[in-house]
Antibody
Framework: EVQLVETGGGLVQPGRSLKLSCVAS????????MSWTRQAPGKGLEWVAS????????YYPDSVKGRFTISRDNAQNTLYLQMNSLRSEDTATYYC????????WGQGVMVTVSS | DIQMTQSPSFLSASVGDRVTINCKAS??????LNWYQQKLGEAPKRLIY???NLQTGIPSRFSGSGSGTDYTLTISSLQPEDFATYFC?????????FGAGTKLELK
């Protein structure tokens, strides 16, 4: 059974940093691209980042490019999202998803950016 | 960026009804269109991938169709557990983009 478990969320002040983690199990992690998607409270979904299975290439929308970094440790079956220079509009539930086409989702982790 | 226009935003229906939800892309997305169901407080669940492929374990009352810029999710006979919010996702090209969602409510 595919499982994705996110951790690392919380309350952070604007301008500060936070790093999310996602531990994967139930599939061969290093065979799959991975992604992060977020959902602001009461809002729709926004793709945040994707990374190739080797970690050699990464992709971001303009809204987070230069501030967020997706990475992975294939030996630890773990996906990361380093978020810098956080803004109030980054407040959302962040989901780890398998593939850029998001076939499986974690349960999500809440990030609140507020002073 | 490819814009996804989803309609309707809200839909009231009864158990047993046939409903359709639409997504229109701002350009050809070559059938790289997925549909998701989200219930309150839960993560989205993929129902359909690449326009018309049913995710394993999803009931056959869900189906998808479309091509080019226009795509449809059909639920042939609504069941009580189907009342939820539905989203489309295009993954033809980055940035991947979602529709704004359709909230399906019990009439």
């Amino acid at each position: 059974e595919v499982q994705l478990v996110e951790t690392g969320g919380g309350l952070v002040q604007p301008g500060r940093s936070l790093k999310l983690s996602c531990v994967a199990s139930g599939f061969t992690f290093n065979n799959y691209w991975m992604s992060w998607t977020r959902q602001a409270p009461g809002k729709g979904l926004e793709w945040v980042a994707s990374i190739t299975n080797s970690g050699g290439s990464t992709y971001y929308p303009d809204s987070v490019k230069g501030r967020f970094t997706i990475s992975r440790d294939n030996a630890q079956n773990t996906l990361y999202l380093q978020m810098n220079s956080l803004r109030s509009e980054d407040t959302a539930t962040y989901y780890c998803t398998r593939l850029a086409s998001a076939d499986y989702w974690g349960q999500g982790v809440m990030v609140t950016v507020s002073s | 960026d490819i814009q996804m226009t989803q309609s309707p935003s809200f839909l009231s229906a009864s158990v047993g009804d046939r409903v359709t939800i639409n997504c229109k892309a701002s350009q050809n997305i070559n059938k790289y269109l997925n549909w998701y169901q989200q219930k309150l407080g839960e993560a989205p669940k993929r129902l359909i991938y690449n326009t018309n492929n049913l995710q394993t374990g999803i009931p056959s009352r869900f189906s998808g169709s479309g091509s080019g810029t226009d795509y449809t999710l059909t639920i042939s006979s609504l069941q009580p557990e189907d009342f939820a919010t539905y989203f489309c996702l295009q993954h033809n090209s980055f940035p991947n983009t979602f529709g704004a969602g359709t909230k399906l409510e019990l009439k």
